[in-house]
């Protein structure tokens, strides 16, 4: 890649916000004066050439979108500043070390690996990816703690294969709707399972899933690294140069570039790509000035945050003679399933996840609780012994995390033009990119990073031009 003009760090580039006075602040009466696309024009180039920006372009975020916009921005001659919240890179794919034993927090599947990017970043990398399924090492279903008997499981399956039936049909139909919606016709029982089989895939209940947005999201083969894929993230972004720590605050875009606000100054760019999950922006993590249009205002609208929520424990001594990866999924109630994956690859873990309200209200109450919920779900199905085995838990609660404020996006019913209106830039200079705008490719490490190079490559053009 291309080194970037600018180094690590603050530096050149950061200067106190109030000396910033975009230059459409001083002529606001002059643009009632000018009617027509020519004056407009003009207008803009002028404001263009008067701006004096930093750097060419200011990348908020720097997840895989984020690391990706940059390296895109490098190869095609741009200068770049990229800023990050926290105070590492990868956002959401993230391998976390701290139970002594790794595990992905976030991200953990290259999904549909023949298209995905990173099946070719490992690759480069010398990273093994192996499929999913290679690794499991089978699958119990438990209720109260008792292994589902044949013909509960039998109805288990049928549930799922009528909802995805449902699916289709909905799809065919092009009228879009919930997923409580579409199975709501179904015999209660199957009903239940049904409105819960998006629950651990989207982390989001049925009544919040639109039916044709997930019918849209690419599939293919599923690949895995036993070195994690956030690993995988920051190995590839450790050449982008960043500024971490770095929280941006507000955006002004009145100008003819960008001005953002940090607790360390304002940054002048002529454009802004913002990679920063549709959580934040539905907080209001992120004044803008002036608002953003409506068909922005209304995209981030339709776009919700699942909660699919992990939680980690370090296991000692005996391990229940279970074969390493073993899913035991605790189906006790259909809106609280919950699959934890014992001693993945051998380690001496056991990882849950779970999602929806459930996993909101979990988040709530913080690690500890977390932690000995998950002690008494693994007790009822390994018997009270288990509670001696677990030494340390983490609680991996995206929902509750300030920089990205859930998992990961999902549209809402009635509402899948919305990813597509989130991507379309802004003034000319203002761009949303992220898992949120991955098209079918959303929701994952591979759209974001799509999504980052397209976002990446059309501000190109448009400062080019
Ligand atoms: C539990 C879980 C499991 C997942 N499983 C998978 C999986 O198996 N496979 C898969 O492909 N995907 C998975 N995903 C989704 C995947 O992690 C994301 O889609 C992807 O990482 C998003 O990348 P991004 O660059 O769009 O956003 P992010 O990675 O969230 O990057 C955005 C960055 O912006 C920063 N930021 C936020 N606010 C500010 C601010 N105001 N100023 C400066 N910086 C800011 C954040 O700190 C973050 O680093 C999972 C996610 C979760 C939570």
Redesign the pocket.
Known sequence: MTPSPLAPGDGPGIFPSMTVTPFFHQAPSRRGALGGGVAAAMLLGMTRRLFAADVDVLV?????????ACRELASLGLSFRL????G???????TDRSLGAAF????????FADR?P?TGIARELGTALEPAEARSGGWQVHVEGRPLGVQARGRRWQAFRAMEARLSEVEASGVDMSLAEAVADFDPDLRDIARSGLLLVL?EDGERISVLDNQRLWSGP?L?TRDG??AL?AAWGRGVPVSLG????AVDWSGGGVVAT?AGGGIRARAAI????VG?LRSG??AFTPALPEDTRSAIEGIGM?A???IALRLEGDRFGLADSTTLMDATRSEAMTMIEMYPDGKPLAVA?CGGDFARGLAAQGEAAVVDHLTGQLAAILGAEARKRVAAGKL?S?WS????R????VCRPGRIEAREALARPVGGRLWF??????GG?????????L??IDAARDCARRLKA
Do not use: C
């Not at 913002?274 to 999950?277: A, F, Q, R, Y």
């Not at 995390?401 to 990205?404: G, I, L, M, N, Q």
């Not at 859930?406 to 996006?409: C, K, P, T």
């Open positions: 908020v975020g720097a997840g895989a979108a984020g690391l990706a800023v990050e919240a926290r590492r890179i990868g956002g959401r794919a993230y992905d927090a976030g991200a953990e599947i290259v999904h995905n990173w982390g599923d895995t894929y956030g993230v770095v929280e941006v605050t940090t913002l990679t920063v999950p934040v993590g992120i699942g699919l929520t992990k996840i991996a995206w995390d300030p920089f990205s859930g998992a990961y996006s990119a992220g898992e949120a705008t991955g490719g959303a929701m994952t490490v591979g759209g974001a990073t999504a980052g």
